[in-house]
């Protein structure tokens, strides 16, 4: 049973370009969630989907930045516009069960870095 | 607002010792979940231990302990007989809807 995978693992941009980031849960598991990591910080929460839907954005900066989880496929973080400051390690979650989780899984991360 | 503090940004401990690293939260919920991760060189976030709000015994996971005082809102995590593939960011994280992070313990296990 694999785990939560995330691809690329490090994905380099020049300023203005587009970064796709895309995060294939753990079978069975229906709820995701991204996460950022600025150096030598904690993980702070963007968003959670479920499939084909947004539950909670409230840590998703208001422009520039979009989430999907399709009914089928992977789910996607997208950064239009990339600029220096987006530099980051960017984690997804999954967990079986949404709300109060008792567990969720990580992938190893995507490094972007915008140069 | 839900918050989680680590007041220790660095921790070192010889090896085979043990250390404890501090965790304190605010939440007004009543039910949730506390985590501890660790997160070595390789980035990959990996659960340590993790404990349910409403159970009153400290969970244990071989050399991993907790010290949870709910009233207090303190979680700390317990490492008995370091190792030094303990080395490594430690977080702690509690859950309602979803997870919410501390900024994280640098631990450094020394020979």
């Known amino acids: 049973n694999a785990g939560v995978m995330q691809n690329p693992r490090h994905l380099v941009r020049r300023r203005g370009q587009e970064a796709r980031l895309r995060c294939s849960p753990m079978k069975g598991h229906s709820h995701v969630y991204w996460y950022r990591q600025l150096p030598e910080e904690g993980l702070k929460f963007m968003v959670y989907l479920q499939k084909e839907n947004i539950i909670d954005e409230s840590g998703m900066p208001k422009e520039r ?51 | 607002a839900q918050t989680v503090t680590q007041s220790q940004p660095e921790m070192s401990v010889q090896e085979a010792e043990t250390v404890t690293l501090s965790c304190t939260y605010d939440t007004s919920e009543n039910n949730y979940y506390l985590f501890w991760y660790k997160q070595p060189p390789s980035r990959q976030m990996i659960l340590v231990i993790r404990q349910e709000a409403y159970k009153q015994q400290n969970a244990t996971e071989n050399r991993f302990s907790v010290n949870f005082q709910k009233a207090a809102k303190s979680f700390s995590l317990k490492i008995s007989d370091s190792q030094l593939g303990d080395t490594a960011m430690y977080f702690c994280a509690f859950t309602t809807d979803k997870l919410i992070f501390g900024t994280g313990t640098r631990l450094q296990v020394f020979p």
């Open chain 1, 65 to 115: 930045f979009s989430a999907e989880f399709p009914k089928e496929g992977p789910s996607i973080l997208r950064i239009q516009q990339v600029v220096r400051g987006d530099s980051a390690a960017y984690f997804c979650a999954s967990s079986a069960s949404g709300g109060r989780t008792r567990e969720a899984f990580f992938g190893q991360g995507t490094r972007l870095t915008v140069v």
